[in-house]
Structure formats: structure tokens, C-alpha cells
């Protein structure tokens, strides 16, 4: 495996995991919004400068719907 190879692997496996929390994501939110998950438990198992990391991720792939969700979750989960 040449390193180019390596590198794209490596970051093949970045995005898939963007991936995998920008679709949890969408259900966390909704599960705070009608009380199933505390403030304090989304505090302790997301921290917010990966929510950052995830909100560039989406805004760089025009994903402006998904941003919202990562935006809503900053405004209604950390800024309070």
C-alpha cells in the first residue's frame, strides 16, 4: 500500500464516521426536545469543539439541513 493509498483510506474512514454522528445527532436532539435524554448526559458523552469539528465537516459538503441540527443542539444543549 503506497502511502497515497493509506491516505485516502485513512480519510474514507474520517468521513464515515462523520457520518455515523451527524445521523445520531438529528435523533439526540429530538430525544431532549421531548425529555428522553438529559442536558448533562449530552454534555458528558459529546463534547462541543467535536460538534464544531462536524458543523465545518457539514458546512464544507453543503449540507445545510444537517447543520441545523448541529446548530440547534450548540443553541438548546451548551448555551444554556
Given at each position: 500500500?503506497?502511502?497515497?493509498?493509506?491516505?485516502?483510506?485513512d480519510r474514507i474512514n474520517q468521513n464515515v464516521i462523520y457520518e455515523m454522528r451527524v445521523r445520531?445527532?438529528?435523533?439526540?436532539?429530538?430525544?431532549?426536545?421531548?425529555?428522553?435524554?438529559?442536558?448533562?448526559?449530552?454534555k458528558n458523552l459529546i463534547e462541543e469543539p467535536q460538534l464544531h469539528e462536524i458543523l465545518e465537516y457539514l458546512l464544507d459538503q453543503e449540507r445545510y439541513e444537517e447543520c441545523a441540527i448541529v446548530r440547534d443542539i450548540l443553541q438548546e444543549v451548551y448555551s444554556k
Open positions: 500500500m503506497s502511502p497515497e493509498e493509506f491516505f485516502h483510506l445520531s445527532l438529528g435523533w439526540v436532539l429530538e430525544c431532549f426536545r421531548i425529555g428522553k435524554i438529559r442536558r448533562n448526559t449530552i
